[in-house]
């Protein structure tokens, strides 16, 4: 029996590694933009991208026009940038893996979600977009839950962890919670990527899952809260926060919050005034990386645990801290008192401008149910906060606004 | 707009725990008579932003009741 390579239950899709084959084998040309909302076909073109050799340029479906125009500089990039194809036959998939490992000229191009103005560019060649990848045996029985959006980051390292052990993907991103729930107990799935919002969205799961085996978080701080939820409910499974940016890939992994930094790789890591700075050799390319010195400002704000070996755990962004009368508040240190609150599903903890204080806190809130009020929330943060932390503004909202990356927006 | 005006302080007192106004006059004083603090005054800013599109104490601070009727009158 073919093993699946990717299982979509909204499109009501499996296809299995002979047919992705098959589909190789016909293709005639290919384009170096991809832009789809079809995830099996965006993983083909990125494997055919591959077996020729070229660079591919992933862009989010929700671009607008005058977006990609803006980014390709190309007016219409469906007509202009088709090649013609013409593959060697594969004859199976472990002539897709010694094809790929041969690559020369292969480029991804991404673009970054930045929640405001235009994403900026960036590039990684094959080994750096698949440094973390762990290939192994052991690995091929893996089914993966895909649950990163397939045109960034997290969803490309996802996916080559699953292409290059010959696993399953399957898709959950996306979709309501039903349906991932369905999807991951139908396939077995035993590995999960994603951002603690998607975790947070997808909680409560009334039944344990036991086939999960790896819950993996990154993107964002991953609460302690959040995380022993996800314990509760996947027994099974060990969970892993990484650190990860589009300028980079995967940098840190630890089982809990606190990361702590191989000594092989203390050259590779400073942090000067809180502030966490990457050394340039372990990012892609792109023009507008501002590096000072060969270092690059993360804007990501750590308190330092330890020295030597460095141990240190992740506030927030330096740009998301709410300067409250010179008092600085960091929004996800109240979040996660918020979520403490079993009636709170999810929350968002930003600043409002006045000519007052310069900034007030205040937070929008998702409930699981009906039966809290602003009052009784106010009576808990101010058991647990300073005043000047408190949102003074709470609004009850559906839902909390994602970044195409399914980050929580915090602008 | 006295209602409203009325509205928002008690928001802000309620939502600190305080007893709530029944009328506003011109010489209510925000600070020594209701008692707010400069947190409640940045709340308080805010709200009547949101509500009547007007920054009360952008050209400096406002004491009174009275001087915030004059400001949303202009």
């Given at each position: 029996m073919s093993k699946n390579f990717y299982i979509d239950n909204q499109c009501n899709l499996k296809i299995e590694y002979e047919n992705l084959i098959n589909d190789l084998n016909q293709i005639k040309s290919f384009n170096t933009y991809c832009y789809s909302t079809d995830y099996y076909s965006i993983f083909r073109n990125i494997i055919l991208s591959l077996l020729i050799d070229e660079p591919i340029y992933l862009l989010d479906f929700d671009f607008s026009k005058e977006e990609i125009k803006k980014l390709t500089e190309i007016d219409d990039f469906e007509k202009i940038a088709n090649i013609n194809v013409s593959l060697?036959?594969?004859?199976n998939f472990e002539d897709v893996l010694n094809r790929i490992s041969l690559v020369k000229n292969w480029k991804v191009f991404l673009y970054t979600s930045g929640t405001t103005g235009l994403p900026k560019k960036v590039s990684h060649d094959f080994p750096s977009i698949t440094r973390m990848v762990k290939s192994s045996l052991?690995?091929?029985e893996d089914i993966w839950g895909f649950a990163y959006n397939p045109t960034h980051i997290a969803g490309l390292q996802v996916f080559f962890q699953a292409l290059l052990n010959k696993s399953t993907l399957v898709r959950l991103f996306g979709l309501p919670n039903d349906m991932i729930i369905d999807s991951i107990i139908n396939y077995n799935v035993t590995h999960i990527s994603a951002t603690p919002t998607f975790y947070r969205l997808l909680l409560p799961i009334k039944e344990q899952i036991t086939s999960v085996i790896r819950i993996t978080s990154g993107g964002e701080k991953l609460d302690l809260i959040t995380m022993q939820r996800l314990k509760n409910i996947f027994i099974n499974a060990t969970i892993l926060n990484v650190y990860a940016s589009?300028?980079?890939?995967?940098?840190l992994a630890a089982e809990c919050d606190i990361f702590t930094l191989k000594k092989e790789n203390q050259h590779l890591i400073k942090i000067v005034n809180q502030e966490l700075f990457i050394h340039s050799s372990l990012l892609g390319k792109s023009d507008t990386f501002n590096l000072i010195n060969d270092w690059y400002a993360t804007g990501d704000l750590v308190d330092v645990i330890s020295e030597s070996p460095l141990r240190f755990r992740f506030l927030s962004r330096k740009n998301e801290m709410i300067n409250v009368g010179g008092y600085k508040v960091n929004p996800q240190e109240i979040e996660q008192i918020l979520l403490?609150?079993?009636?709170?599903k999810d929350a968002r903890v930003y600043s409002k401008k006045n000519s007052v204080l310069g900034s007030i806190v205040c937070a929008d809130i998702v409930c699981?149910?009906?039966?809290?009020t602003i009052p009784e929330i106010n009576i808990l943060l101010r058991s647990k906060l300073q005043e000047y932390k408190v949102p003074r503004i709470i609004n009850f909202v559906e839902s909390i606004k994602q970044t195409r990356s399914g980050k929580k927006v915090r602008k | 707009m006295e209602n409203k005006l009325l509205e928002i302080i008690n928001t802000v007192l309620s939502n600190r725990g305080k007893e709530q106004i029944v009328k506003l006059t011109s010489?209510?004083?925000?600070?020594?008579?209701?008692?707010?603090?400069s947190l409640d005054l940045a709340e308080l800013t805010v709200r009547i932003e949101a509500e009547f599109g007007l920054d009360i104490f952008e050209d400096g601070i406002v004491n009174t009741i009275g001087e915030i009727f004059e400001k949303l009158k202009k």
């Open positions: 060697k036959k594969i004859n052991k690995h091929s589009t300028e980079a890939g995967t940098i403490s609150y079993e009636h709170i699981n149910d009906n039966t809290i | 010489n209510i004083h925000l600070r020594n008579d209701i008692g707010f603090d």
